[in-house]
T-cell receptor, first 115, second 110 residues
Framework: GAVVSQHPSRVICKSGTSVKIECRSL??????MFWYRQFPKQSLMLMAT?????????EQGVEKDKFLINHASLTLSTLTVTSAHPEDSSFYIC???????????FGPGTRLTVT | LAKTTQPISMDSYEGQEVNITCSHN???????ITWYQQFPSQGPRFIIQ???TKVTNEVASLFIPADRKSSTLSLPRVSLSDTAVYYC???????????FGSGTKLNVKP
């Protein structure tokens, strides 16, 4: 099946710094990608939809100035957590449906810890 | 998007068949039903997708009644490695967003 990768797999940063997480579709193109956040023992929460060549659309309650999304190519979307705080510590997961396909493929996730 | 309701948790023993039911009373005509499996600290993994009646693949079967207001994921002869959270999602295939429900935590015991 199709593969979605994320980098880094885990990152620790200091409060107030920014962290960038990459999501790549390795063997297919994706005009749309999705970003989720998952806290321990909770379900995935959709944060935003990343659209290639245009602005991301954010779910209600998600601060777009804090979670910057860039979808610069058909295989790469990035999520930047700006001015990170300990409450941003979470598991961030991206997903992508192949163009013309019907199934969403999920990345392995990125564990962010803000100290 | 149709909201889904699943049992929070289920217990089973190795070798048993497990059936997890999901309710989606407000499913739309264009919506498909998709099930994912998630292990701790990993991204969800696709299990099976269907629109109506029955779908079977190498790992599971999906049963959907005629009114499509519910669906049942059937896992034959589970093993310890099937211990995971299982999510039922409903959405159309125009790559609309997936909103995850609470999922079902399946605990397989030896």
């Amino acid at each position: 099946g199709a593969v979605v990768s994320q980098h880094p797999s885990r990152v620790i940063c200091k409060s107030g710094t920014s962290v960038k997480i990459e999501c790549r579709s390795l063997d297919f193109q994706a005009t749309t990608m999705f970003w989720y956040r998952q806290f321990p023992k909770q379900s995935l929460m959709l944060m935003a939809t990343s659209n290639e060549g245009s602005k991301a659309t954010y779910e209600q309650g998600v601060e777009k100035d804090k979670f910057l999304i860039n979808h610069a190519s058909l295989t790469l979307s990035t999520l930047t957590v700006t001015s990170a705080h300990p409450e941003d510590s979470s598991f961030y997961i991206c997903s992508a449906p192949p163009t013309g396909g019907y199934e969403q493929y999920f990345g392995p996730g990125t564990r962010l810890t803000v100290t | 998007l149709a909201k889904t309701t699943q049992p929070i948790s289920m217990d089973s023993y190795e070798g048993q068949e497990v059936n997890i039911t999901c309710s989606h009373n407000n499913i739309a005509t264009n919506d498909y039903i998709t099930w994912y499996q998630q292990f701790p600290s990993q991204g969800p993994r696709f299990i099976i997708q269907g629109y109506k009646t029955k779908v079977t693949n190498e790992v599971a079967s999906l049963f959907i009644p005629a009114d499509r207001k519910s669906s049942t994921l059937s896992l034959p002869r589970v093993s310890l490695s099937d211990t995971a959270v299982y999510y039922c999602l409903v959405g159309d295939n125009n790559f609309n967003k997936f909103y995850f429900g609470s999922g079902t935590k399946l605990n397989v015991k030896p």
